[in-house]
């Protein structure tokens, strides 16, 4: 599989970095694809890029593939294989691994929610409101930084591959440029903010990316459940975890 950059925008995304993070995060955590090589010699194809293992199966989109049916039973667990997947990158040892040069680490939060609304300020337009009220609540509510893990930063059923012979085992986690050292909870929250229900409103399942509708799928609680199950933290309040992954997804 070739992965290619098109801009060189200052902000643009950085194939050397995704690929160094990757060819450290296999040896620790096997869900990422194995990476081949890296060229910055542009003459090539006129940018930088790279190859990575090509991995067979499927992704799941707003709804799993024509010809893939699950039953309660199976979706439930594809939707706990996916959430131990994710505990299962947090709980790796990073200063082990030798990925302390990953990112920053501390000072996550305040980092999040200050970038994210500066981010908001510069892209709102007149249309949109202007969540003055939001951004100073998740200003003045920031908790502490529960750790320092290594964190995807889009984690979501999208990003997954799936076994073509077992659509509930996740052989392959995918979109990894924008990994980093950061909060845990932080993360959950991102991730959460993609687990639209089956009852929820119209106008959230018109945002549905993953198919966390379909019946015997974990609801949002019991994502939080089963993840603090596997990586020992607790959550005595979701709250802020929550609103911040939606004011992400919304910016």
């Not at 007149?126 to 003045?140: A, F, Q």
């Not at 409103?201 to 019991?222: A, C, I, K, S, V």
Request: net charge negative; charged share 25%; aromatic share 10%.
């Amino acid at each position: 599989v070739l992965w290619i950059s098109h801009t060189k925008a200052k902000s643009a995304h950085d194939m050397g970095r995704e690929y160094k993070v990757m060819s450290k995060l296999k040896p620790v955590y096997p869900y990422v694809p194995e990476m081949v090589d890296f060229c910055t010699d542009e003459s090539v194809l006129g940018c930088e890029f790279y190859i990575m293992e090509r991995l067979v199966g499927i992704i799941p989109r707003a709804d799993m593939p024509k010809g893939v049916n699950l039953s309660p039973e199976q979706a439930r667990q594809l939707s706990i294989n996916v959430i131990d997947r994710f505990a299962e990158l947090h709980n790796v040892d990073y200063k082990a691994a030798n990925l302390e040069d990953l990112g920053k680490g501390d000072g996550y939060v305040k980092r999040q929610i200050e970038g994210w609304s500066k981010r908001y300020g510069n892209a709102k337009t007149d249309d949109v409101p202007d969540y003055e009220k939001i951004m100073g609540w998740l200003h003045d509510n920031m908790p502490e930084q529960v750790k320092v893990v290594i964190i995807h930063n889009d984690y979501r059923m999208d990003n997954v591959v799936l076994s073509a012979q077992d659509p509930t085992e996740v052989i392959g986690v995918l979109d990894w440029e924008m990994a980093t050292l950061g909060d845990p909870l932080m993360d959950l929250g991102n991730s959460r903010a993609y687990w639209v229900e089956a009852n929820d409103p119209p106008e959230h399942q018109f945002l549905r990316r993953q198919p966390t509708h379909l019946p015997g799928m974990l609801t949002r609680d019991e994502v939080i459940q089963r993840y603090c199950e596997k990586t020992g933290l607790n959550v005595d309040n979701f709250l802020f975890y929550h609103v911040y992954g939606i004011f992400r997804l919304g910016v």
